[in-house]
């Protein structure tokens, strides 16, 4: 959620397309939950889900 990924591009985008800086910042923050919600679909079944049971 905090590395660098779209934000590196998607901010000098939206600022580029003429949107103020500090708006482009809040746009790329309300993005990130969606965008990490999408990946925990994506990728819920890699999840062990007896790992507290095995122990």
């Known amino acids: 959620m905090f590395g ?3 934000g ?4 000098p985008l939206l600022n ?3 949107l103020p800086l500090l708006s482009t910042f809040g ?3 309300f ?3 969606f965008s990490s ?5 994506r990728h819920r079944k890699n999840i062990t ?3 507290g049971i095995d122990y």
Do not use: E, T, W
């Not at 590196?8 to 901010?11: F, K, M």
């Not at 919600?37 to 679909?41: D, E, R």
């Open 8 to 11: 590196s591009v998607r901010i």
């Open 16 to 18: 580029l397309s003429g």
């Open 4 to 6: 660098i990924g779209g």
């Open 49 to 51: 889900k007896r790992i």
């Open 27 to 29: 746009i790329n923050l």
């Open 37 to 41: 919600f999408a990946g925990v679909l």
């Open 31 to 33: 993005v990130i939950p």
